[in-house]
């Protein structure tokens, strides 16, 4: 493991069976691994706890894994995976809107778990950002689209005048957006992009529920996007 300590990892799973097999294989791979098995503990520990990702499952005692989430995104943009064994696409699409920063569907293969930590923890700690696709000057701290400032030192994105929340992912994608102005990609390579994933994409549905929440925070009418559009049959651009 790179880093000057052991990178910490949150498991929050209530099938002690499950939570003990998720923690063997992360903490071979080298990281620090702590369990939760019910929603009200998880969230002492993720507010307490320094973490660098949460493994946060649906189902959960107490409060459910939607609960924990919300709460935690409040205060922390630590990446959150979630867990589920449901198959309900409405699911999948209000974790998301929580601000989950992507969801695994039990089963799933240790490799797609361990590629998925080590993407969104390398993201998270600005290993490989966006500026490595970027197109516009090293030094160019600054870039103003109609009104639409992102500033790529502070990690602030504004609106004329105004600063707008985003989380870590949203201002990833806004970014990326940004600095490649133009270029149309497909949902395949924004993972692979801003999410940092190499072959293991998951629901690319991931792509379209996030760019929603940003459209709803920069857009003046988000069902007619002035930023960020999609070229029908092929993928995303910012205009």
């Not at 307490?48 to 459910?64: A, R």
């Not at 990833?172 to 940092?196: C, H, P, S, Y």
Request: glycine fraction near 8%; hydrophobic fraction near 35%; proline fraction near 3%.
């Amino acid at each position: 493991m790179d880093g000057e300590r052991k990178k910490k990892i949150l498991i929050v799973e209530d099938e002690k069976t499950i939570s003990e097999i998720l923690h063997y294989t992360i903490t071979r791979e080298g990281y620090e691994a702590v369990c939760a098995f019910d929603g009200l503990s998880a969230l002492d520990l993720a507010l307490e706890g320094n973490f660098d990702l949460i493994l946060l499952d649906v189902m959960l005692p107490g409060l459910d894994g939607f609960e924990v989430c919300r709460r935690v995104r409040e205060k922390l943009d630590t990446p959150i995976i979630m867990l589920t064994a449901r198959e309900e696409e409405a699911d999948k699409v209000f974790g998301l809107e929580l601000g989950a920063d992507d969801y695994m569907t039990k089963p799933f293969s240790h490799a797609e778990l361990i590629s998925r930590i080590k993407a969104n923890i390398r993201r998270y700690h600005g290993e490989n950002r966006t500026s490595s696709a970027s197109k516009e000057p090293a030094d160019d701290s600054v870039i103003s689209i109609n009104g639409l400032v992102i500033n790529t030192k502070k990690y602030s994105v504004s609106k004329n005048g105004t600063e707008i929340s985003l989380s870590k992912k949203e201002y990833d994608l806004v970014e990326f957006f940004a600095k490649n102005r133009g270029t149309v990609f497909q949902r395949e390579e924004i993972m692979e992009k801003v999410w940092g994933y190499d072959g293991f994409y998951g629901d690319l549905r991931t792509v379209d529920v996030t760019l929603a929440r940003i459209r709803k925070k920069i857009e003046e009418n988000p069902a007619e996007p002035e930023y960020i559009q999609n070229k029908r049959g092929v993928g995303y651009f910012m205009s």
